[in-house]
Each structure stands twice: as structure tokens, then as C-alpha cells.
């Protein structure tokens, strides 16, 4: 927890030399947090997206995939030479009631060929302020 009082959770996924790695809070304009991939082809652009349910088992079959941005526009991730990006991303949750629960999982796809680059293991978040 940071001295302002806002949690943070986050999620991460590895695959041989490459990461993704996703933190957020819940703050009083919404949800804002951050998108960190690394070892990923250099000067290249992708997308963070997640996909939620509501089943809180530990495994996440939810596959409504949502590109997660600045609000409701979609921001790419684009590398630098080293084939690391980050970007600060927010989405309101204003309308999520404190205590709500669901299992969460993330993926980073090629902006340009769609195709899955990283993938997260499942999360339970629970929204808490």
C-alpha cells in the first residue's frame, strides 16, 4: 500500500526472455496503472488487453479480450531498441462497487498481426480503494 492509502495489485506473465508486467490502483478518477513488457522485438508496437469473469475459481475461461488504453482509447505499447515499452494506462471504475471480485488475465498481442506475444497466468482482484 502507498502512503496515499490506494492499494495496488498486479499481474505478471514470462515466457523465455520476455515479461509482461501490469500494476494498478483504484483512485478516486479510476482505475490507473501501467503496461511493462520487456524482450520483445525491438521498434515494434502492441497492445495490452484483459479479460475478466466473474467465477472466482482460479482459472480464467473468460475470453472477452478488452485492449486496455487511456480510458476507453486503446494505446499501444511501442518497444524501444531494447524491446522494452511502458505506458501509463487508466480505465474509469467508478461504476465497480469496493469488494467486487473476479478473476483477471492479460495478454500483449502484435499490434499489426494480432497475434499473442505474452500471456498472464489468472488473478483474483478485488477492487478495493
Known sequence: ????????????????????????????????????????????????????????????????????????VAQSLTTDDTGTAREDLFRNLAALPTGSRFDIHFRVIDATTLAVALESGCYEYTVDE
Open 1 to 72: 500500500m502507498r502512503a496515499d492509502g490506494k492499494r495496488y495489485s498486479s499481474a505478471s506473465g514470462h515466457r523465455a526472455g520476455q515479461s509482461l508486467h501490469f500494476g494498478g490502483r483504484r483512485g478516486v478518477a479510476g482505475g490507473h496503472g501501467f503496461g511493462h513488457v520487456n524482450g520483445l522485438v525491438p521498434s515494434h508496437s502492441y497492445l495490452l488487453q484483459r479479460a475478466v469473469d466473474t467465477t472466482l475459481d482460479g482459472n480464467c475461461t473468460s475470453t472477452m479480450w478488452l485492449t486496455l488504453g487511456k480510458g476507453l
